[in-house]
């Protein structure tokens, strides 16, 4: 085992990966010589030269367009984008293209590609880099959306989404790409798409999480532990397809759940298991579905201030814990 942080962990899988099949390429900008804004593929333009490692125009749209006729015919295209802000000028190729192709062609033609963006808030980015625009993509049958909390599953999931056959959304907490570390195997391995885990078993209170805030919730949870709190934490790893039967059993265990995450309240993917849990823990319920989210403002702000009044952060997971136990 070796201790690595989340970015190492996600460069050491596209490097594998791209070692392992001379298909997989990576696009995006600034990704060649510069090693991408976050230093993620740093070093990877020296191993495989420019024709695997391509520096891309402005055109988030082209980014993926590219990455789309590549798989079809049998590349495995890794596009970057550069922060998930900019993802939307690029969203109906993902949608109505990548998403829908194998659906459309009745399994003739299938779409390997990863789209990586960092995602998040609480790096002083303001509105145009802060943002967490995963329920949008959450809901779109053809697609898996991934997001990993610690280098283990960076790593593993990266290199499953890679040898997927469909296009995988892969979001990286860039808040915790140097904060959040963990001990990663040398050996060859990899983390399934799909199933949750649970990362912290308790008998009190469930709480669902993902990215950094799965990082903050383990916080919370090791700090009320000390009042005598037992918290059960949930990384959901994968928002599409949804675990339901893994947020169902720790529900019907404790009886009580809290769902966070940083994107808007409203309209945000704890929306999606709040009504899980509705639909099939109803009568296991010893206390309302509590979401703590991000306010229903347009960004997240850049003030320090604002932003970390934005920010749900392990004191304020600690509290609505606080809350729910009371009931």
């Not at 990877?44 to 055109?59: C, E, H, M, N, Q």
């Not at 039967?245 to 409203?266: D, F, M, P």
């Amino acid at each position: 085992m070796t201790e690595m942080t989340l970015i190492e962990a996600i460069r050491q899988a596209m490097d594998e990966e791209m070692a392992r099949d001379p298909n997989v390429f990576i696009v995006g900008e600034d990704v060649g010589i510069r090693g991408g804004v976050f230093r993620a593929t740093v070093g990877l333009f020296d191993k495989y030269g420019a024709d695997r490692v391509i520096d891309s125009p402005l055109a988030e749209l082209s980014i993926v367009g590219v990455g789309i006729g590549a798989a079809l015919y049998g590349m495995k295209p890794i596009c970057e984008i550069q922060f998930s802000d900019f993802i939307y000028p690029a969203y109906n190729q993902i949608i109505s293209e990548a998403a829908k192709m194998c659906y459309r062609s009745n399994g003739e033609w299938t779409v390997p590609m990863v789209i990586r963006a960092p995602y998040g808030g609480g790096i002083g980015g303001g509105l145009y880099h802060s943002q967490s625009p995963e329920a949008m993509f959450a809901q779109v049958p053809g697609l898996k959306v991934v997001i990993p909390s610690n280098p283990y599953d960076a790593k593993g999931l990266l290199k499953s989404a890679v040898r997927d056959p469909n296009p995988v959304i892969f979001f990286e907490p860039k808040k915790g790409y140097r904060l959040i570390k963990g001990e990663v195997p040398e050996g060859e391995f990899t983390v399934p798409i799909g199933p949750a885990r649970i990362s912290r078993a308790g008998t009190d209170v469930s709480v669902f999480a993902y990215g950094m805030m799965h990082y903050y919730a383990l916080q919370a949870a090791e700090k009320v532990a000390a009042e005598g709190i037992s918290v059960e934490v949930v990384d959901l790893r994968t928002l599409y397809p949804v675990d339901r039967e893994t947020i169902l059993a720790s529900v019907q265990r404790t009886g009580k759940a809290l769902i966070v995450h940083e994107a808007n309240l409203t309209g945000g993917y704890g929306a999606e298991v709040a009504a899980t849990i509705a639909e099939g823990a109803f009568t296991d319920l010893d206390a309302p579905v509590r979401r703590l989210c991000g306010p229903d403002v347009p960004g997240v702000p850049f003030s320090h201030p604002l932003q970390d009044w934005f920010m749900p952060n392990p004191e304020k997971i600690s509290s609505a814990i606080r809350e729910l136990a009371r009931y």
